[in-house]
């Protein structure tokens, strides 16, 4: 299983940017993805995920980032994508991509989103 998170950058408060991960190695219609952030000196954090194809690509949120964030999927080029609009300093972190195959989960390398205010 491979994930390969990209996208990331320096950009302004208020504005925008599409992360994106590339993954390999497992039947990637089967399984839900998700995305996942940590900030400087914080534990990582769930904040969107997405259900499998199989199941409709149902997208869910977490609170801080409902209404600014959205994740899909393209289940013919095995990605899955984060677009980030409205960008906060807040949101400023490492974002990782993660699934779980067979019990055990699985990250990308981690892609570094900073915004400034």
């Known amino acids: 299983v491979q994930l390969q998170a990209s996208g990331g950058g320096l950009v302004q408060a208020g504005g925008s940017l599409r992360l994106s991960c590339a993954v390999s190695?497992?039947?990637?219609?089967?399984?839900?993805m998700g995305w996942f952030r940590q900030a400087p000196g914080k534990e990582r954090e769930l904040v969107a995920s997405?259900?499998?194809?199989?199941?409709?690509?149902?997208?869910t949120y977490t609170d801080p980032v409902k209404g600014r964030f959205t994740i899909f999927r393209d289940n013919f080029a095995d990605a899955v994508y984060l677009q980030i609009n409205n960008l906060k300093p807040e949101d400023t972190a490492v974002y990782y991509c993660?699934?779980?195959?067979?019990?055990?989960?699985?990250w990308g390398q981690g892609t570094l989103v900073t915004v400034s205010s």
């Open positions: 993660s699934t779980v195959v067979r019990g055990l989960r699985h």
């Open positions: 190695g497992f039947t990637f219609d089967d399984f839900d």
């Open positions: 997405i259900s499998s194809g199989d199941s409709g690509s149902e997208p």
